[in-house]
């Protein structure tokens, strides 16, 4: 039997407001708990909510940028359930009438570029925080995020391995911080995924009981969790073992799904209209003029990588992968004129460095004229490349300026022949081994000789220079 | 009667209630004979009519993004029956 596996996803993102969705509370990340709260976001009785026109705005411009059709005509509506997250016992939510429908966005894969259909995108506010651990038989509750203003990007299930959905979600991630929604940051939890995955028979005959994954925050942690998931369902499906509809969490640290308990009747939401809010209509002109407001989106940028810089496709992907990445490499791009060196060390050294320190393009901690300065001192042969790479790691841990990182440290390469061949001549001298073996047909034995001259000009030696001369006086 | 005991069991655990027998009986009319008042309006003919979104004909109310202060974090706690370290403190969330 043929199996494929049906993936969808519920992104919530924090929309990048200065302040929340219905009240004048700050949503900055970050202060003391319960600092950022009002008699409106804590839902005491007799408070009248106002929508932030902002947060509208930011929507609207993501439903563009995804290809959604903008409702004329939209509302909200009271989602609810009780959770000590949630003030009000109800969250304020679109049910029936969305502000953005039917999307798409296109995500490479390994069989070529894929469409994978949105099915809208709704406004909502968000929940508070609650704290678990280390309160015994209690949780504390902070209500600084409740009512931050989110969008709900729900997609049709069209994505058929974790893969795919990871290719999705970082998309979705960039085109959001290209049109400058949301900051995007995981570890601030202004983006989160939920996940439905079940696996079906290719010809329809058979499916598994779909299982719902909540608040996955990390894209790593989300396409873990659907690995260990489909293949759970695969198996149950070609095992025929019986599948419950339920929601699972995902457990990091056992990299497994642990199935959660008694949250049936939690899915009677009982939607009805929000009595306090009147509805939202927008006209024509408005959503014609944040669709011209848009800014050059992920796809259209690396098209014109390709087309501007005469970059490879790849690199063309991963720069404009991310905006902060993209916008760094068109400032160098300015200052200097080869795309390919700048992109090397963009793709290579600068995004080697962020990773292994758990750090986003944005964080990148010295300017791009920096890069740029560091490029010039390999081309004009004032260091090697590979002393190069040890004045990357001193400016990455401290944003600090090339030039001076070589003059302090003395790094300047060393080209000047006399002073290579006194250094030769004492490695010639003091490995005559080495040197027997070089002359008798052992060529290996002049790659240590260059190492051992290396050593003792603390790698600043003129490569090609001092093999030339090294492999000259050894004949 | 159109809402059976069984029934008002149910809305009543949605809402963290706890009913008497007496009660359910009580409210199991009560929830009937609102759903049978309601249902007279299934009389009229609604075809050309748009659903009513909201009773009020106004649209768009909003107000501009900006930050004023927030309430005191005294007196946001004050009502709280438990706080610790600034924080509503409530029965833990097994999940």
Redesign the interface.
């Known amino acids: 039997m043929e199996v494929q596996t049906l993936i969808g996803l519920e992104v919530h993102a924090e929309l990048a ?3 929340k969705m219905f009240c ?3 949503t900055e990340f970050g202060a ?8 409106i976001c ?1 839902g005491m009785p007799g408070v009248l909510p ?7 705005e930011y929507a609207v411009k993501a439903g563009l940028a995804l290809n959604c059709d903008i409702s004329e ?1 939209s ?1 909200m509506d009271r989602k ?1 359930y ?3 997250d949630l003030p009000k016992a109800y969250q304020i939510s679109q049910y029936d ?1 969305p502000l953005c429908v039917g999307g798409y966005v296109d995500i490479e894969t390994e069989e070529g570029p894929k469409r994978i259909r949105i099915r809208r995108v709704h406004m909502e506010e968000d929940a508070g925080k ?3 651990e280390g ?9 600084n995020r409740a009512g931050v203003p989110l969008i709900e990007i729900v997609t049709e299930p069209d994505m058929n391995s974790p893969a795919e959905a990871g290719a999705f979600l970082d998309k979705l991630k960039a085109i959001l911080q290209y049109i400058e929604v949301s900051d995007c940051k995981m570890e601030e939890g202004s983006l989160r995924c939920d996940v439905n995955i079940n696996a079906r028979a290719s010809d329809k005959s058979m499916a598994t009981a779909i299982t719902e994954m909540k608040n996955l925050n990390s894209f790593k942690a989300a396409v873990k969790a659907m690995e260990y998931e489909e293949k759970r369902h695969r198996e149950a499906l070609l095992e025929g073992d019986p599948t419950v509809h339920e929601t699972r ?1 995902w457990d990091d640290a056992r990299g497994v799904t642990v199935a ?1 308990r008694g949250k049936e ?1 939690a899915h ?1 939401y ?1 939607y009805f ?1 929000e ?1 306090d ?5 927008l006209d024509k002109s408005y959503i014609e003029s944040i669709k011209e407001s848009l800014p050059e989106l992920p796809d259209q940028r690396y098209q014109r990588f390709i087309s501007q810089y005469g970059l490879p496709q790849y690199d063309a992907e991963i720069l404009t992968s991310s905006k902060y990445l993209a916008d760094y490499f068109e400032q160098c791009m300015t200052i200097y004129d080869n795309a390919k060196t700048v992109s090397n060390w963009l793709m290579g050294d600068v995004l080697r460095a962020l990773n292994e320190n758990g750090k986003d393009p944005s964080d990148i901690p010295f300017p791009p004229a920096y890069l740029v300065d560091l490029i010039k001192y390999v081309d004009d042969g004032t260091i090697s490349i590979s002393i190069a790479k040890k004045v990357f790691d001193e400016m990455f841990a401290n944003g600090t300026d090339p030039g001076a990182i070589i003059k302090e440290q003395g790094l300047v390469q060393i080209s000047d022949e006399g002073e290579l061949l006194e250094i030769i001549r004492q490695v010639i001298q003091e490995n005559a081994p080495s040197v027997a073996d070089y002359k008798a047909g052992k060529k290996k034995a002049l790659g240590y000789l260059v190492g051992q001259a290396m050593k003792l000009t603390k790698g600043k030696a003129n490569p090609q220079l001092l093999n030339k001369l090294l492999e000259r006086e050894l004949n | 009667m159109r809402i059976k005991p069984e029934e008002v069991d149910y809305i009543a655990a949605l809402s963290r209630l706890v009913l008497s027998e007496q009660e359910k009986n009580i409210y199991a009319r009560h929830l009937s004979e609102i759903l049978e008042h309601a249902e007279r309006l299934s009389e009229l003919d609604t075809d050309d009519v748009e659903p009513t979104a909201h009773v009020l004909s106004l649209k768009n109310i909003f107000r501009d993004d900006e930050v004023k202060p927030s309430l005191e974090r005294d007196i946001l706690l004050s009502n709280a029956p438990e706080v610790e370290n600034g924080c509503f403190k409530v029965p833990r969330i097994v999940e």
């Open positions: 407001t200065k302040s004048s509370c700050s003391e708990p319960n600092t950022h709260c009002c008699p804590t106002m929508p932030n026109k902002k947060a509208i005509f509302k609810n009780y959770y000590p009438l609650l704290l678990h309160w015994g038989n209690n949780s504390l509750v902070d209500y969490r959660m009747e009677d009982r209209p009595p809010l009147v509805p939202i209509a």
